[in-house]
DNA sequence: TAAAAACTATACCGTTCGGTATACATATTG
DNA sequence: CAATATGTATACCGAACGGTATAGTTTTTA
């Protein structure tokens, strides 16, 4: 592997596994077994890493969810494959996922606050304009696309970050069908 | 104000602005007026003071949830007791609760996930806890307590988190009723 | 009132922080 | 092949990191 990769593969466990003010750029570069000099040559500086990092990894996840989020005339489909999508992705990229969750509530000072909040909006921008095109079918949703979005992708996130604190336990196939079917007919069917 | 309580209000102000990593204990001691020996007194360690932080402020928290969420027979008024309280917690502790909006999703290498995992678990518990009551009168409930306490929770969380970056807004009173019927009975009604 | 406890400070510790200057090595280009 | 571009290193910078030793001050206690 190329030192450019390898940087930012290391960067994004100790990130995830430890969060971007806890991680320091020489513990990056001595776990990639370069020097510093040899970071900053490729990122410029510890934000630029960490931007560089976000950007390359956010995009299959957008582009992919773009896909998946495609309304297609089943809202049912639709939901189910998001949250199935989810899953799968966690299952897939687990470490990316954590840091992503990591980051669903940072700082405004911070100086990477930008590019994590525009990955954010990316992920509810598609979920929203899966509820806006859903609204030709059903009619109740219109006006509640962004609140409907932030709820699903809120609820998929939260029963993630429980079950990664082992306070609840996701099993293959139930997980899916209990979140779509609860955000879909809510807590009394 | 006595030096303890100031260092309690100016460490609460920066965590809740930074992150516990990103701010350092001489910020906090400075800010306060005091030296670092005069914080270390009181506290021993960065540590000791964010844990003695958490649990005397969380205190309150959890101890008025135990009465909102106290299950009385009516289980809309209950949830959106609870959703209320919420709200208005945040309008009367914004700082605080900002701070426990940022640890919801903790490093576990974190040197504080123990006390932030436990008010989390102590919050989804209070709020298992209700569902568990309402079972009597709403058997479909059985066994998914849990899962409504997370998604009650995560989705509210969620709600605030997208309102304080700017990405929806809540307005008094629709937030509430808004939240309150999509969980209670979905998104086609 | 003297001793003990609680409180507060100055100065210091070794390590780490993000970043930089300079030099050297390797690959590419004309 | 020499010059340029790209890549990698050693050594260094000032500031900040969490924490500590020691001394002084104030309050409390017997």
Same mark, same amino acid.
């Given at each position: 592997?190329?030192?450019? +990769?390898?940087?930012?593969?290391?960067?994004? $466990?100790?990130?995830?596994?430890? /969060?971007?003010?806890?991680? /320091?750029?020489?513990?990056?570069?001595?776990?990639?077994?370069?020097?510093?000099?040899?970071?900053?040559?490729? %990122? !410029?500086?510890?934000?630029?890493? %960490?931007?560089?990092?976000?950007? &390359?990894? +956010? $995009?299959?996840?957008? =582009?992919?969810?773009?896909?998946? =989020?495609?309304?297609?005339?089943?809202?049912?489909?639709?939901?189910?494959?998001?949250?199935?999508? @989810?899953? $799968?992705?966690?299952?897939?990229?687990?470490?990316?996922?954590?840091?992503?969750?990591?980051?669903? %509530?940072?700082?405004?000072?911070?100086?990477?606050?930008?590019?994590?909040?525009?990955?954010?909006?990316?992920? %509810?921008?598609?979920?929203?304009?899966?509820?806006?095109?859903?609204? $030709?079918?059903?009619?109740?949703?219109?006006?509640?696309?962004?609140? @409907?979005?932030?709820?699903?992708?809120?609820?998929?996130?939260? @029963?993630?970050?429980?079950?990664?604190? /082992? @306070?609840?336990?996701? !099993? &293959?196939?139930?997980?899916?069908?209990?979140?779509?079917?609860?955000?879909?007919?809510?807590?009394?069917?």
């Amino acid at each position: 592997m190329d030192n450019r +990769s390898n940087i930012l593969q290391v960067a994004t $466990e100790l990130f995830a596994s430890h /969060g971007y003010d806890a991680v /320091g750029v020489q513990q990056i570069a001595s776990d990639a077994g370069v020097t510093k000099p040899t970071l900053y040559h490729y %990122f !410029n500086s510890k934000q630029g890493l %960490f931007e560089t990092l976000i950007k &390359e990894k +956010s $995009e299959p996840l957008i =582009s992919d969810l773009r896909e998946v =989020s495609r309304y297609q005339g089943d809202i049912t489909k639709s939901i189910t494959d998001v949250t199935q999508f @989810y899953f $799968e992705y966690l299952d897939r990229e687990p470490t990316f996922y954590r840091l992503i969750l990591m980051t669903r %509530f940072m700082p405004p000072s911070s100086d990477v606050y930008d590019i994590v909040t525009q990955v954010q909006h990316q992920q %509810f921008d598609l979920l929203q304009q899966l509820f806006k095109d859903a609204t $030709e079918d059903h009619g109740n949703m219109r006006g509640r696309h962004r609140w @409907y979005a932030v709820s699903l992708l809120g609820t998929i996130d939260t @029963y993630i970050v429980m079950s990664l604190q /082992g @306070y609840i336990h996701l !099993n &293959e196939p139930h997980r899916v069908y209990r979140i779509v079917h609860q955000f879909m007919h809510g807590i009394f069917s």
